[in-house]
C-alpha cells in the first residue's frame, strides 16, 4: 500500500500571528466598504490595522463590487480553517 502526503503553503497550520491577524481582519466584513468613484466605478476597500482604507478592486455595478468583497472574505475564511489542521471527514472501526 502506498501513502502519499503532500505538505503545500496552502494548507499549513502554523502560520505567523500577524499574518493570522491580518486574515481574521480581512475575514469580518466590517472591515470592509464600498465608495463610488468620480468615474461611475465602485471601488472595494479594506480597512488595515492602522485604521486606513486601502483599495482592493473597482467594478461597474455595486452589486459586483458587494459579490467581490464577499469572495474574498469568503478566502480568507478558508485559509483560516486551514490554520487549525486536518478536518476528519471520516473513521473506520
Known amino acids: 500500500m502506498t501513502y502519499f502526503y503532500y505538505r503545500s503553503s496552502t494548507a ?8 493570522k491577524a ?3 481582519s480581512l475575514a469580518k466584513k466590517s472591515n470592509w466598504r464600498i465608495v ?6 465602485y471601488q472595494a476597500e479594506v480597512k488595515d490595522a492602522n485604521d486606513n482604507w486601502n483599495d482592493v478592486t473597482r467594478r461597474e455595478t455595486m452589486e459586483s463590487c458587494e459579490a467581490a468583497i464577499d469572495a474574498s472574505i469568503n478566502h480568507y475564511e478558508q485559509k483560516l480553517l486551514s490554520t487549525q489542521g486536518p478536518k476528519v471527514v471520516k473513521t473506520f472501526e
Open 36 to 41: 463610488q468613484l468620480p468615474n461611475g466605478y
Open 22 to 24: 491580518h486574515w481574521e
Open 12 to 19: 499549513r497550520t502554523q502560520v505567523d500571528p500577524q499574518t
